[in-house]
């Protein structure tokens, strides 16, 4: 079954998630063969001063790619996340993709990834500025975000309503707070209010296993599409869990 992001349709539901050192153009390629129906680049900083390192040129480049090509771009500045938006649209990308999940202190500490999560006036501008930049060329952003920042500060819900209103064309969730970082389990509840509260498209993420698993989990949620991180290694096969959600 396929998903419509603004005018681009995905072949499936099955997606694979950004992970920064492992999603590079020959493994998403590598995942698209298998059957992933989608896969997003590894993050590409908005810090401008490293655009021309290797790690960085690397990541914007796309040669060979399938289409759609899908860049997640990360930072903490509304003017230069749209001056991303803008290179990597000018180097290929298709949709651009807003970070707002990862974890990681690096990208945390200069209040990036899901610390955005905490600041709600900060992250909406950035994707007022970012969904603006992008639509001079008619293409679509999305953005991925975790549960909330803390136990008691879940608030995917309000963001997504405020995401929705912004432009953003559709919103993937890890079932994960910032603070819990990658412990735990991944809860689905929280997923399955964001997509009650909206209208696009609403990506599961967190913990999906298995084919199995992904089957409850879109259950659980009512979400549209799954996607696969870690458990997207050496031995993915999204064909095999394509057949088994045939007709399901
Ligand atoms: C090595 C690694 C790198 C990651 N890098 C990113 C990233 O660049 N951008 C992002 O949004 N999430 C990143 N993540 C988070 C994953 O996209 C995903 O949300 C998380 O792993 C939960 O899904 P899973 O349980 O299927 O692995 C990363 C995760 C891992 C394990």
Redesign the pocket.
């Known amino acids: 079954m396929t998903l419509q992001i603004g005018n681009i349709t995905l072949e499936n539901r099955l997606f694979v998630?950004?992970?920064?050192?492992?999603t590079d153009r020959p493994f998403r390629m590598l995942c698209r063969q298998l059957g992933a129906g989608y896969a997003v680049s590894?993050?590409v900083t908005s810090r401008k001063e490293l655009w021309g390192s290797l790690k960085t040129s690397r990541r914007a480049d796309h040669a060979g790619e399938p289409g759609p090509i899908s860049v997640?771009i990360a930072g903490t500045d509304a003017a230069m996340m749209a001056e991303a938006a803008q290179y990597n649209i000018d180097r290929g990308a298709q949709i651009i993709d807003i970070?707002m999940?990862?974890p990681a202190k690096k990208v945390c500490n200069k209040w990036a990834g899901s610390a955005l999560m905490r600041d709600e006036p900060l992250a909406l501008q950035i994707v007022e500025a970012v969904v603006a930049a992008a639509a001079q060329h008619g293409v679509p952003v999305t953005l991925?975000m975790r549960t909330g920042w803390s136990d008691d500060r879940r608030n995917a819900v309000k963001l997504a309503r405020d995401f929705e209103a912004a432009g953003v064309q559709m919103l993937t969730v890890?079932g994960r707070t910032r603070e819990q970082g990658?412990k735990g389990a991944?809860e689905y509840d929280t997923i399955a209010a964001v997509k009650a509260a909206v209208r696009v498209p609403v990506v599961a993420?967190?913990?999906?296993t298995s084919p199995e698993k992904a089957r409850d989990v879109l259950a659980a949620t009512g979400a549209d599409a799954v996607?696969?991180?870690?458990?997207a290694g050496p031995s993915v096969d999204f064909s095999r869990d394509r057949a088994f959600f045939k007709d399901r």
């Open positions: 998630a950004p992970m920064a050192g492992v590894e993050m997640q970070n999940g990862c991925k890890h990658y991944a993420n967190g913990d999906v996607m696969i991180g870690r458990r």
